[in-house]
């Protein structure tokens, strides 16, 4: 079955730095997308990726598809504290599938 | 948007006993799911609520163990029946926004089964 790995599990980042999160799949995504859960939270909807090769931005989030359809990575420039928490990429099969969540990543920012 | 109210946001609960989670949302919507996530973990499906049918688990969860409802499109329940300490977890609802783009979430319900 369809398999989602993210990497790092954890990152901690020094603030103004930048980190990235990749995501990976075991076979071919008909889209993929990127939540954000605060800690105590719940998950939320950041961006979805539906195109071979799409690259979206959202203020210092830059999202990007590989061609392939099998991978994502989230890449976040000048961390700031209010980064904190863990994302998650989510993999569908098709358009009307369930969603696979990684493993996800828990950004750590210190001052 | 979906809005979803979630019901208990916690509770302590002994041993073989059961506890049932209430999903409301604020609008019809086709999917529905339940999913668990334990501390620092990820989410893991239990199963897709349907709407006047049975409701579809993932491998590793079953029916008697998590008894599902959905008796319209705006209304869920899970229920963890016979719990063990081991179903301590956070478990949460989830929709699929009108436009089927995005999930949305409820608030959770952090459980803890002593």
């Known amino acids: 079955g369809q398999q989602v790995m993210q990497i790092p599990q954890y990152q901690h980042v020094q603030e103004g730095e930048d980190f990235t999160t990749y995501c990976n799949s075991s076979?071919?995504?008909?889209?993929i997308q990127w939540y954000k859960q605060r800690p105590g939270g719940h998950p939320v909807f950041l961006i979805q990726l539906v195109k071979s090769g799409e690259v979206k931005k959202q203020k210092r989030l830059t999202f990007q598809f590989g061609e392939a359809k099998k991978n994502s990575s989230l890449h976040i420039t000048a961390t700031q504290t209010t980064d904190v928490g863990t994302y998650f990429c989510a993999g569908r099969g098709d358009s009307w599938g369930k969603f696979q969540f990684g493993a996800g990543t828990q950004v750590v920012v210190t001052p | 948007s979906a809005v979803i109210s979630q019901k208990p946001s916690r509770d302590i609960c002994q041993r073989g006993t059961s506890l049932t989670i209430q999903c409301q949302v604020d609008s019809q919507v086709t999917m529905m799911f339940w999913y668990r996530q334990q501390p620092g973990q990820s989410l893991t499906l239990i199963a897709t609520a349907n709407q006047g049918s049975e409701a579809t688990y993932e491998s590793g969860f079953v029916i008697d163990k998590f008894p599902i409802s959905r008796p319209n499109l705006t209304f869920s329940t899970l229920t963890v029946s016979n719990m063990s300490p081991e179903d301590s977890s956070i478990y949460l609802c989830?929709?699929?926004?009108?436009?089927?783009?995005?999930?949305?979430f409820g608030s959770g319900t952090q459980l803890s089964v002593l």
């Open positions: 076979t071919t995504l008909s889209n």
């Open positions: 989830s929709v699929v926004g009108a436009t089927n783009e995005k999930l949305f």
